[in-house]
Each structure stands twice: as structure tokens, then as C-alpha cells.
């Protein structure tokens, strides 16, 4: 079946050190988009990228960095210049067509230790 | 600035009861998509129903209808005949235009719906 994978479900991270969550999706959709979400809030948008070997900087892009190498591919990576990175993670993708929302990977629950 | 707006945090219903969940927007534009996304306490975001800004008809899908009111700006969701199962958190989007083609949605902060047995 097609969808979103993101791996892993749950990480750890030291103060000061970069951590990489993994999104991959075998849906052929041309746009992929990384979300976070804290308690009480909706989410917003990291960075996103509409095809592949280019990204651009969503609302909320400052500590983080992304790579799109292959179609299926879309890494997020937190700096340590992300002051606040505990939250939750969710990769989305999408075809570049009106009247289509996106689908969601289940999401990676960062906390900083 | 497009912005979504969803004034309820919490409600609670009885199970086999009618809810309906506001969302208000606000855009400029004028074709614009609006989406509807059940988030269960796993984490996972489902997508639920989608009404385009020139359908005519409030779009439905099973339990789920969309009421659409576009000179009020609102797009509230209806789920009929509520089921534990339905309890939540459900996320008003809207799709955005940004940069080009890439339909960038924005989201409400959500509604958390408890259903009572």
C-alpha cells in the first residue's frame, strides 16, 4: 500500500547535538512538507519542497534544514540553532494539483534531554 | 494574511448525537480549497472532507458533511451519529497558494471532541 513513513516514532536528543528525521513516501507526489505541532497549537510549516533538488523556507524555518534529493525523500534535519526543537513532527506530501490535501506520515515526537 | 480560525478548544457530545465544529477563514483569494483533518491521540492526521470555494454543494463523505457558508466565511463540520471512535482533536485547513503551484495548507489550532457514552 502507498503512504508516508516516518521513522522514528520517538527520539532523544542531547542539547547542542543535530538530529535527522526520516520521511519517505511511495505515493509519486511531487510536493512534501515537513509540519510541526506543539500542545494546543495547529501546525506550521518548517520548510516544503515542490519537486525534487529544490525546498524553501516555510513560516517557522530558522534551526532546521532540509535536503530533496530523490522524489521519495524529504530529511529534516534540527540544528542545534533550534532553540525550542521538543514537539512533534508531522512529514506530509501531495500531488501539485488543485483540490487535493495532503497525506501524512504518523509523525516523530522529538524531546530535547 | 490568510488565517483560519477555530474558537471551540474542547466540546463534548453523547454518543449518536449530531456535532457540528466551527472553523471561520479569511482570505482575500478567491478560489481557495478548505479541508477537514481528525487527529487521533496517536498522532497520525486524517483527512476527512474537502469543499472547494466554487462548489455549490456542501460537500459530504459518510458521517462527515461540510457546512459551507461562504459570505460568512465559514466552513464548519458536521459528523452525524457520533461514535466513540470520533473522539479527537479535528483540524480546519485552508489551501494557499504560495510561491506557485505547491498548495500549501494553513491550519486552525484545532477543536478536541470527547464523545460521551
Known amino acids: 500500500d502507498g503512504g508516508i513513513t516516518q521513522s522514528p516514532k520517538y527520539l532523544f536528543r542531547k542539547e547542542g547535538q543535530n538530529v535527522t528525521l526520516s520521511c519517505e513516501q511511495n505515493?509519486?507526489?511531487?510536493?512534501m512538507y515537513w509540519y510541526r505541532q506543539d500542545p494546543g497549537q495547529g501546525l506550521r510549516l518548517i520548510y516544503y519542497s515542490q519537486i525534487v533538488n529544490d525546498f524553501q523556507k516555510g513560516d517557522i524555518a530558522e534551526g532546521y534544514s532540509v535536503s530533496r534529493e530523490k522524489k521519495e525523500s524529504f530529511p529534516l534535519t534540527v540544528t542545534s540553532a533550534q532553540k525550542n526543537p521538543t514537539a512533534f513532527y508531522l512529514c506530509a506530501s501531495s500531488p501539485n494539483r488543485d483540490g487535493y490535501g495532503y497525506t501524512f506520515g504518523s509523525g516523530t515526537r522529538l524531546t530535547v534531554v | 494574511a490568510q488565517k483560519i480560525t477555530q474558537t471551540q478548544p474542547g466540546m463534548f457530545v453523547q454518543e449518536k448525537e449530531a456535532v457540528t465544529l466551527d472553523c471561520t477563514y479569511d482570505t482575500s483569494d478567491q478560489s481557495y480549497g478548505l479541508f477537514w483533518y481528525k487527529q487521533p491521540s496517536s498522532g497520525e492526521m486524517i483527512f476527512l472532507i474537502y469543499?472547494?470555494?466554487?462548489?455549490?454543494q456542501n460537500a459530504t463523505e459518510g458521517r462527515y458533511s461540510l457546512n459551507f457558508q461562504k459570505a460568512r466565511k465559514s466552513a464548519n463540520l458536521v459528523i452525524s451519529a457520533s461514535q466513540l471512535g470520533d473522539s479527537a482533536m479535528y483540524f480546519c485547513a485552508m489551501r494557499e497558494f504560495y510561491g506557485g503551484a505547491t498548495n500549501k495548507l494553513i491550519f486552525g489550532t484545532g477543536t478536541l471532541l470527547a464523545v460521551q457514552p
Open positions: 469543499q472547494g470555494s466554487y462548489d455549490e
Open positions: 505515493l509519486n507526489h511531487d510536493a
